[in-house]
């Protein structure tokens, strides 16, 4: 008689999401062609596009966050802060999922691979009740004209950055952090049933350097901070725009330089373009020193296959996405009077 198959993991992925149509519809079919149980995709404000081609899609979820749906809510109203929506929809995936894991991302996240996932899960001990999923950020090389929404490379935060990170980036190192301009530290793969408490990065009930936590060897993230420049300098003013509250700033010193930068430079075209190029392409010398530290991942991405297999015929230009984005925010491009 054959011996009993022990079946892996299984996990269910959670995203909170307000993004145009390509973006998203890439997300859903690339996290749906690494096996998950279920997407569970919370559309922060309407989307027709995403919701007419999702309609009937096996394995992914998707819940409207209305007025209604916060009212109904253990939160009884909208959280001000987009962090605050996503916690709380996590919360109430993690409770309820059947699923051993939830994995919380955001829709510019890309998982690396379902089996290097799987594999990194289950390798962990009982006692480990969130693993890490380290994150490579895609920037442009130089000479490439970015032509869909896709291109590029991917750096890996800088070993020893206090003293590397000068020598790589120059006059520019206070806009990274480890050699990043978005976050650093991954996000994470929370273990069901263990009353954990649900944050972006880590739980925090479980805080990053928990012994309950540990780090993936296989599995990370492609971050895509920035799909287009409008789209990295829309991200930034929409951070300073964000309510104040009496705590800490939620952003590190870091990202705290770029929005003051762009904040300040958003009306100028010219300058915008400039603060984009310094932050988002490497020159070769920048290329050839993450190459020789091991932190440059030139393979790329693509999730046209995953589109195609969902039989989606998506415009992946960033001309298309551009388009999307500046009738979604139409609002904010007003205000601030962005010149991209």
């Not at 530290?185 to 408490?197: D, E, P």
């Not at 705590?247 to 984009?276: E, K, L, S, T």
């Not at 991405?301 to 998506?314: E, K, N, Q, T, Y």
């Amino acid at each position: 008689m054959d011996a009993a198959v022990t079946a892996g993991p299984v996990w269910d992925v959670v995203a909170t999401v307000d993004e145009p149509a390509p973006l998203v519809l890439a997300f859903v079919a690339h996290t749906l062609s690494l096996g998950p149980r279920c997407l569970h995709l919370y559309l922060d404000r309407p989307n027709p596009a995403v919701q007419d081609a999702l309609a009937g899609v096996a394995g992914v979820k998707v819940t409207l966050c209305t007025d209604e749906y916060w009212l109904a809510s253990a939160r009884k109203k909208r959280p001000p802060l987009h962090v605050g929506r996503q916690k709380e929809n996590a919360r109430q995936v993690y409770e309820s999922t059947p699923a051993d894991w939830i994995v919380s991302i955001d829709c510019d996240e890309f998982l690396s691979s379902g089996a290097d996932l799987a594999a990194d899960l289950a390798a962990l001990g009982e006692g480990v009740t969130f693993m890490r999923i380290p994150v490579r950020e895609r920037v442009l090389p130089a000479g490439m004209v970015q032509g869909r929404i896709f291109d590029g490379v991917f750096r890996l935060p800088v070993p020893n950055f206090g003293k590397n990170g000068p020598q790589i980036y120059g006059d520019d190192v206070g806009f990274y952090r480890q050699g990043m301009t978005g976050h650093a530290i991954g996000k994470s793969a929370f273990r069901v049933g263990r009353g954990l408490q649900m944050c972006i990065h880590a739980p925090l009930n479980a805080p990053q350097n928990s012994p309950e936590g540990a780090v993936g060897s296989r599995a990370f993230l492609r971050h895509f901070d920035g799909i287009t420049p409008l789209h990295y300098a829309l991200k930034l003013l929409r951070r300073v725009r964000e309510p104040q509250f009496k705590a800490p700033p939620r952003h590190g010193p870091a990202r705290m330089a770029q929005m003051a930068v762009m904040a300040d430079i958003a009306r100028d075209p010219a300058m915008v373009a400039q603060m984009v190029e310094r932050v988002k392409r490497l020159t070769l010398q920048q290329a050839a020193a993450l190459r020789a530290l091991g932190v440059l991942d030139e393979s790329g991405f693509d999730p046209s296959a995953a589109l195609a297999g969902l039989g989606w015929a998506v415009d992946l230009s960033v001309a298309a996405f551009d388009e999307e984005l500046r009738a979604r925010d139409a609002g904010v491009l007003g205000e601030t009077g962005l010149g991209v």
